[in-house]
């Protein structure tokens, strides 16, 4: 079988296609025939060793995939070959087949189709427990997402929409703010690209606080951090819920008197800590997105699809800031 490997630190030019013996189903695990791998931006960060995770070398990149079971480990009792299914893998998507403990896989509904599904659990699994279990997120409240158009962010947008907020969608262009109003998002703002000196980031707040309203943002959703993040948490309501999520422009340094003169609370999102410590509140929270999905109400744009071989220009794609929505690569 095929896979993308990295087999030297450095970005999505390094990654080389390499033939591999196909893996073994150990007990409590499956392998799975990979149809998509969904692209996210740990898969930038990981390449480079900048993610909090570092697999040993070779490996490939790919945290989340959809595909076809091919063989089950002894005592896997919830999947059979032929099931199809999705599953956070960490790494390794990013390859024609893929052996994991067969805990990580979720069957899905027949009509899903394998590019959205593989499109589906990294960016809505985020967002529902940001929004939901860490920002408490009420119907009729001001959302603001940052990044509104990037993998997470529109899925912030969808969510926060189907949980009743009025969604004020922030990104770097009209096209991505446009897409996120078509996802649900009620107002949006068009922000310039930083890095910021003082009085841009004081503009960039006014802009915030203007697309918001007098009250400012209940929640904040902030995947993009650098200079963005201390502008909207200037913007953020009194008792409101900034949600740390993410940092593609940088991890930015927050002065905490904000957070006093706002009575607001700075709440870390670490979604992968958390479907590890509480795996039957993930399970829980996997099953509610599914009926999301299942009612129309949730749904993956996917906008780029790459094969196999061209992984890493999907890598690059999303690292160059132009990707709208989800990009997949495709394993026929
Ligand atoms: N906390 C968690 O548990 C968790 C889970 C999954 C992902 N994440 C993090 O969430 C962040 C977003 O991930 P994603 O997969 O949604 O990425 P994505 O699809 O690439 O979206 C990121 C967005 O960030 C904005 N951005 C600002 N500066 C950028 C830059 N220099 N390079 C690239 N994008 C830039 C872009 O929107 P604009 O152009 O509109 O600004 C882009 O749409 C990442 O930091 C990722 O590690 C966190």
Request: proline residues 7%; glycine residues 12%; charged residues 20%.
């Amino acid at each position: 079988m095929k896979a993308v490997l990295s087999k030297s630190v450095g970005g999505p030019e390094t990654l080389v296609l390499e033939e591999l013996p196909s893996p073994e189903a150990k007990p409590g695990w499956a392998v799975v025939s990979v149809k998509a791998c969904g692209v996210n931006y740990p898969d930038v960060l990981i390449i480079e060793d900048k993610y909090q995770f570092k697999p040993p070398r070779p490996f490939s990149p790919g945290g989340e995939i959809s595909g076809v079971v091919k063989a089950v480990g002894e005592g896997v009792i919830h999947l059979e070959p032929g099931d199809r299914v999705l599953g956070n893998t960490g790494a390794g998507g990013m390859a024609e087949e893929i052996a994991l403990d067969a805990s990580r896989l979720v069957p899905i509904p027949p009509a899903m189709p394998f590019d959205e599904a593989a499109a589906f659990l990294m960016t809505y699994g985020t967002s529902y427990y940001a929004l939901k279990d860490r920002g408490h997120l009420r119907a009729g409240e001001t959302l603001l997402v940052l990044g509104a158009a990037g993998g997470v962010g529109l899925a912030a947008v969808e969510l926060g929409a189907a949980m009743g907020a009025r969604v004020v969608a922030a990104a770097s262009s009209r096209e991505k703010v446009d897409l996120a109003k078509a996802h649900g998002a009620q107002a949006g703002v068009v922000y310039p690209k930083g890095p910021f000196d003082r009085d841009g980031q004081k503009a960039l707040a006014d802009l915030f606080k203007q697309a918001c309203g007098e009250g400012g943002a209940d929640v904040v959703y902030d995947g993009v951090g650098g200079d963005y993040a201390e502008a909207a948490l200037r913007c953020t309501a009194w008792e409101g819920r900034f949600l740390v999520i993410g940092f593609p422009a940088g991890i930015p340094r927050i002065p905490l008197n904000l957070a006093l003169l706002k009575g607001c609370d700075i709440v870390g999102v670490f979604w992968g800590a958390a479907v590890a410590r509480d795996p039957a509140a993930h399970q829980r929270n996997v099953r509610e997105l599914l009926d999301l999905y299942a009612a129309g109400k949730i749904r993956p744009h996917v906008s780029e699809r790459f094969p196999l071989a061209r992984a890493g220009e999907a890598i690059a794609h999303l690292a160059s800031r132009k990707a709208l929505g989800k990009v997949v690569v495709t394993i026929d």
